[in-house]
């Protein structure tokens, strides 16, 4: 059985961390597909994206945010205002574009639960 492997129509990012991490992996995006579609979209290397699912993570942000702006851009603390996507102001194409490779990224994440569901059934 192979391994189901993600491949956005639309991403100019590169999508694996060190030849090791995927940012399609839900082990590696904590279930942020806002934030990793947003940055496909952008061009964002896969370090970038998966930094920021495991920030959203770590603030325990809710799972549709897709970006953080800096309250204060000039003080080392750096306080972060996660931005919703529902709150999103852009165009209407970068929002079906955002929302399909989300479409994408739950399909994939569904097919790698069920293909490692029969791994480790199979005892592998």
Request: proline letters at 3%; one cysteine or more.
């Amino acid at each position: 059985m192979n391994i189901p492997v993600f491949r956005s129509r639309y991403g100019g990012s590169i999508q694996w961390r060190g030849g090791k991490q995927h940012l399609a992996d839900p082990a590696v995006n904590h279930g942020y597909h806002h934030i990793v579609a947003w940055h496909i979209l952008l061009g964002s290397h896969a370090y970038y994206i998966i930094d920021r699912c495991a920030e959203a993570k770590t603030a325990g942000a809710p799972k549709e945010v897709f970006s953080f702006d800096t309250i204060d851009r000039f003080q080392p603390t750096e306080r972060k205002s996660w931005k919703h996507w529902g709150t999103f102001g852009g165009t209407d194409q970068v929002c079906e574009i955002v929302e399909n490779i989300v479409a994408e990224l739950n399909r994939h994440t569904k097919a790698l639960s069920t293909h490692r569901a029969a791994m480790k059934g199979a005892g592998r």
